[in-house]
């Protein structure tokens, strides 16, 4: 039974990353969503999902062939809820240090960083594949997505590269992975986004799509 | 998670399959019992050139959210897309990298490095060194394990299983050996796969040897056996082992939390 009222969700697909699990996600908790790389399934949207792994110039080239990085931009300026996943946080940013420079879409102000391969003379193993946990840092999780999950909480992160934001107010979370503290969640304005994969972290992942479809009026 | 046909199967130094259950059972219950993901591998697929945990795969995925890495029989890009779209979160390569090294390279760039697993089977020759082979400990290749272990890294994978054929199966601890080598050497994490025989071992592995995750099955799998009646297909394989309701004197079977508590009192981080 098609419900007409119930709001749209597009997740874009820019041909990086496992979108299968994100959607598989959406269905569990409700969430109406399709998978789609045109621009007007993004301007047809009620919110959007940027999903993604991979390399973040690779993802902003294909953004480009695909005509979508002034689709995106101009959905975020009318203030329709985004929600950024691993590469997809990342390509929120102004710009990252992957293979010299590149341009990401500027939604959120600060650079990508790559971890680095050493620290004190100790070898960090990069890529960082592993659970580990989140914890608060200035902005209270109540009222965000984050709302049912416990500080220190274990995610699922797949990354080599991180987000480094100008401003401390639009840090969520913090992780900290062999010695290295970064910012491993963010929230601005209608932009929310996880490094972690929320749909790879169990049930407690699961309440994250939850609460931000809900806090947004998507269920 | 060894796979052959419908069934999850389990042998000793990877050879004398035995039918253990229904993989969807087990899958379902190490979500629900606190596993950090699963590996499934299609142990004859090699044989085959074809990998057949399609279904197993998709059907798993709807269900449970965790990572979900898939290996055994996969040769191409095209074979990897196929199971990416399945639903796995990563692949995990052996024999086709061994034959075709530039794979890693071309995979990595297409599917991200993260996604893809690579897999050494070492097998310590008498004179010390350790061999690479393929074909769930079959085939002989002829490659240095350590020489190979680098180019694995410099290629491009996101990460690197290391089993111990030797050890793979017995029960008797893993290499420590051999893991903390490969450690050392390579840049990218390292998962330890074979000879778990009790919580301790994958412990001192992880200490001892420097592992930053490790693979466990005969461990886990005897006690799912122990406490859940599973169906089994007894017209395909070997299911004598299971009927004899018998474990090996070598396992100290126990649960994904008794591990995780073990490895939480040796002050190694981890979700529980």
């Known amino acids: 039974m098609?419900?007409?009222?119930?709001?749209?969700?597009?997740?874009?697909?820019?041909?990086?990353?496992?979108?299968?699990?994100?959607?598989?996600?959406?269905?569990?908790?409700?969430?109406?969503?399709?998978?789609?790389?045109?621009?007007?399934?993004?301007?047809?949207?009620?919110?959007?999902?940027?999903?993604?792994?991979?390399?973040?110039?690779?993802?902003?080239?294909?953004?480009?062939?695909?005509?979508?990085?002034?689709?995106?931009?101009?959905?975020?300026?009318?203030?329709?809820?985004?929600?950024?996943?691993?590469?997809?946080?990342?390509?929120?940013?102004?710009?990252?240090?992957?293979?010299?420079?590149?341009?990401?879409?500027?939604?959120v102000p600060g650079t990508i960083r790559k971890f680095p391969a050493d620290l004190d003379g100790r070898k960090v193993k990069v890529p960082q594949i592993a659970w580990n946990s989140i914890y608060e840092f200035e902005k209270k999780w109540s009222d965000t997505p984050l709302m049912d999950v416990v500080n220190n909480e274990f995610m699922y992160f797949v990354h080599s590269y991180y987000v480094d934001p100008s401003n401390d107010m639009d840090i969520l979370t913090k992780t900290n992975y062999d010695g290295i503290e970064y910012c491993s969640a963010i929230s601005k304005d209608n932009i929310f986004a996880t490094q972690f994969h929320p749909e790879k972290s169990t049930l407690k992942g699961l309440s994250i799509y939850k609460n931000w479809a809900t806090l947004n009026n998507l269920i | 998670?060894?796979?052959?046909?419908?069934?999850?199967?389990?042998?000793?130094?990877?050879?004398?399959?035995?039918?253990?259950?229904?993989?969807?059972?087990?899958?379902?219950?190490?979500?629900?019992?606190?596993?950090?993901?699963?590996?499934?591998?299609?142990?004859?697929?090699?044989?085959?050139?074809?990998?057949?945990?399609?279904?197993?795969?998709?059907?798993?995925?709807?269900s449970i959210f965790i990572p979900i890495t898939v290996g055994g029989g996969l040769r191409s890009i095209s074979d990897i897309k196929e199971v990416l779209r399945a639903g796995a979160d990563k692949v995990c390569l052996n024999t086709a990298v061994i034959n075709n090294p530039e794979l890693i390279r071309e995979a990595s760039r297409m599917f991200g490095s993260s996604t893809i697993v690579v897999a050494i089977e070492a097998i310590k020759e008498s004179n010390g060194q350790y061999l690479a082979y393929t074909d769930n400990g079959r085939e002989h290749t002829g490659v240095d394990v350590f020489e190979w272990a680098q180019k694995v890294n410099d290629l491009g994978a996101g990460e690197l299983v290391i089993t111990s054929v030797d050890r793979e199966g017995t029960g008797e601890g893993f290499d420590l050996d051999l893991v903390s080598r490969i450690s050392a050497l390579v840049t990218i994490p390292v998962i330890a796969h074979g000879g778990a025989g009790n919580k301790n071992h994958v412990s001192e592995v992880i200490t001892?040897?420097?592992?930053?995750?490790?693979?466990?099955?005969?461990?886990?799998?005897?006690h799912f056996i122990k406490e859940n009646s599973s169906s089994v297909h007894s017209n395909e394989g070997n299911s004598e082992f299971l009927k004899q309701k018998r474990s090996y004197h070598t396992f100290q079977d126990c649960k994904i939390a008794e591990v995780k508590q073990c490895l939480i009192d040796n002050g190694i981080e981890c979700r529980i």
């Open chain 2, 208 to 222: 001892k040897a420097g592992a930053d995750a490790v693979a466990i099955s005969s461990l886990l799998h005897y």
């Open chain 1, 2 to 107: 098609i419900n007409n009222n119930l709001k749209k969700v597009t997740i874009i697909d820019y041909h990086l990353g496992n979108l299968f699990s994100v959607k598989q996600a959406c269905d569990t908790v409700g969430i109406n969503a399709i998978i789609s790389s045109k621009a007007e399934d993004i301007d047809n949207a009620d919110a959007l999902i940027l999903p993604g792994v991979g390399a973040f110039i690779e993802a902003m080239d294909n953004l480009a062939d695909l005509n979508l990085i002034e689709t995106i931009k101009k959905a975020a300026a009318e203030k329709k809820p985004i929600f950024g996943i691993c590469l997809g946080l990342q390509l929120l940013f102004t710009k990252s240090e992957e293979f010299g420079t590149g341009e990401g879409l500027n939604l």
């Open chain 2, 1 to 62: 998670m060894d796979i052959k046909g419908p069934n999850l199967v389990k042998g000793i130094h990877m050879e004398g399959l035995r039918v253990l259950g229904k993989p969807a059972d087990f899958a379902k219950y190490y979500y629900e019992n606190g596993a950090d993901e699963l590996m499934f591998m299609d142990v004859v697929a090699s044989l085959y050139e074809r990998n057949s945990l399609h279904d197993i795969i998709s059907e798993t995925a709807k």
